[in-house]
């Protein structure tokens, strides 16, 4: 009976989304285990969240996760009780109309969003009232108020007019806040399997975008970043009779980036995986503050697009002398 009652508070815990984590407890018997559940949960008007106070990250000794549990404790849970006592939701738009990642692709950040925000998908079209709002008080002036407070622009593969610049240039002028998630150059590994060959190009994408984000002071370059710090995919290497051997090999367009803890948003943050990524040049306006969140390590080497990329590369050692590069934005 105490089992099933065990059980049963362990799976309400975990439902409320909880998660445990074992405990070394020695003794003079030896080292026994616990299970214990570093979590609690904020109730609010008959509203549930859970705070999470063990912060996990791969490869990080015991003592260091625990002094960053301990110094992310003051944002856990004064993030959970705005989450459940903010009596009004801003809302956030996620821009469409360029080839944009689709709403399965979203699916993931919008669930996470929807959390502490309203959540909508907006074309622009060259409409100038698509993220801002225009009342007229007198014959003279306009009165203009963003509909949204952040606009997320996801993975575009086509060009944007000079209308839409416009009207994300004007939400930016009027204090919205816009999150530019953009690959300068097609490649994926899905092209990279199809048929025999094994190989791909990197190409360069038509956005339209460089003399608008150069006046916020970036450049996303038309290169691949290939890193000796990288995450490992699986290769078939042989046979053994009708079973295929794969083995794990880095894949240096898979860069692993480790956050340097130095802003609110990268402290604490787990390893970062990136695929087929574009370094960034800090240019233009010096007058505006840019804040590097992640770069990549010591060994980096930058590949110019168009490019060819091929699976032959796994077969044979990248000589380190050719990764001159470090910390890639």
């Not at 003051?74 to 990642?101: C, D, N, Q, V, W």
């Not at 060259?126 to 997320?152: E, H, M, Q, T």
């Not at 490992?232 to 009779?241: D, E, F, H, T």
Request: proline content about 5%; cysteine-free.
């Amino acid at each position: 009976t105490d089992m099933k009652e065990r059980d049963k508070v362990y799976k309400n815990l975990y439902e409320k989304g909880l998660r445990p984590t074992d405990l070394e407890i020695k003794d003079d018997d030896g080292v026994s285990k616990k299970i214990v559940w570093p979590g609690a949960i904020a109730t609010y008007q008959g509203i549930e969240t859970p705070i999470q106070l063990l912060k996990s990250q791969i490869g990080a000794a015991p003592e260091v996760i625990l002094n960053r549990s301990i110094e992310s404790l003051e944002f856990e849970i004064a993030s959970s009780i705005k989450k459940i006592t903010s009596p009004y939701i801003e809302r956030i738009a996620i821009i469409e109309g360029h080839g944009e990642l689709n709403k399965f692709e979203t699916a993931d950040i919008v669930r996470s969003l929807r959390e502490y925000y309203e959540v909508e998908r907006v074309r622009l079209d060259g409409n100038i009232n698509s993220l801002s709002g225009r009342r007229y008080p007198d014959s003279s002036n306009a009165k203009v108020s963003n509909k949204f407070v952040a606009a997320i622009i996801a993975g575009p593969d086509s060009s944007f007019s000079e209308k839409d610049k416009f009207i994300i240039d004007q939400f930016v002028m009027y204090g919205g806040k816009v999150i530019w998630l953009l690959d300068q150059v097609e490649a994926n590994m899905d092209s990279l399997n199809a048929g025999n060959s094994f190989t791909t190009m990197g190409i360069p994408k038509e956005l339209n975008l460089e003399d608008q984000l150069f006046n916020y002071g970036v450049r996303i370059n038309l290169d691949l970043i290939q890193d000796l710090t990288a995450a490992p995919i699986p290769v078939v290497s042989g046979q053994y009779g009708t079973q295929a051997k794969t083995q794990l090999f880095p894949w240096l367009y898979y860069p692993l980036l480790f956050s340097k803890n130095d802003h609110p948003i990268n402290k604490n943050l787990d390893v970062i995986k990136l695929q087929f990524a574009n370094s960034i040049d800090l240019v233009g306006n010096q007058n505006l503050k840019k804040t590097v969140l992640l770069s990549t390590s010591n060994y980096t080497k930058l590949v110019k697009a168009p490019t060819r990329i091929s699976l032959n590369m796994l077969s044979y050692k990248q000589p380190q002398e050719q990764f001159k590069r470090k910390e890639v934005p």
